[in-house]
């Protein structure tokens, strides 16, 4: 099994002890982006295996339907991927629009 995304492949990446907080950068030079909360839990889930089902586990965790954040989770990670801190690796990797 495999995750959807996996980090860009300048891309560094430190995850705090409690997983609350994922800081990436490209490097050398950034910018530093600080992920936590919601962030932080859409970050590993799209980073860790199983790439299946990974938009609902996010829902789940927050405690929302997956139809109320699959279109925040998609900007959200179109925005890393254009930044190249997420790159595709296919399964959910782009989660269905849900009218």
Do not use: C, K
């Amino acid at each position: 099994m495999r995750a959807a995304y996996r980090p860009g492949p300048d891309a560094g990446v430190t995850v705090s002890d409690d997983g609350m907080s994922v800081y990436v950068a490209r490097l050398p030079g950034g910018p530093l982006l600080v992920l936590d909360g919601a962030a932080a839990l859409i970050w590993a889930e799209a980073t860790t295996a199983p790439a299946t089902g990974w938009v609902a586990r996010v829902a789940e965790l927050v405690g929302q339907p997956e139809d109320a954040i699959t279109a925040d989770v998609r900007a959200f990670v179109a925005d890393l991927s254009a930044r190249e801190l997420l790159v595709p690796l296919g399964g959910d990797a782009d989660p269905p629009t849900r009218a």
